[in-house]
């Protein structure tokens, strides 16, 4: 099991924060996806380590920015 952290920007409600949670939950191998509009903080639980990529990408398709933080 893998664990990765994002600071995501441009998010300000619950309903930025569902559609982050959407577009990342389709990548492969993610099992949780906890995100808060507040904190500007995305964890992502996966099976195996996610491509940093894929994961700024599926952000990107969400209308936000992510950078990597752990």
């Known amino acids: ?3 990765s952290e994002y600071q995501v920007t441009g998010m300000t409600c619950g309903h930025c ?3 982050v949670r959407e577009e990342v ?3 492969p ?3 949780d996806v906890q995100v808060s509009h ?4 995305l964890v992502i639980t996966a099976a195996e380590p996610l491509d940093d990529a894929a994961v700024i990408a599926a952000v ?4 936000y920015q992510a ?3 752990s």
């Open 1 to 3: 099991m893998s664990t």
């Open 17 to 19: 924060e569902m559609s």
């Open 25 to 27: 939950g389709t990548l």
């Open 29 to 31: 191998g993610v099992q």
């Open 38 to 41: 507040e904190t500007g903080r």
């Open 60 to 63: 990107d398709e969400a209308g």
């Open 67 to 69: 950078v990597r933080t």
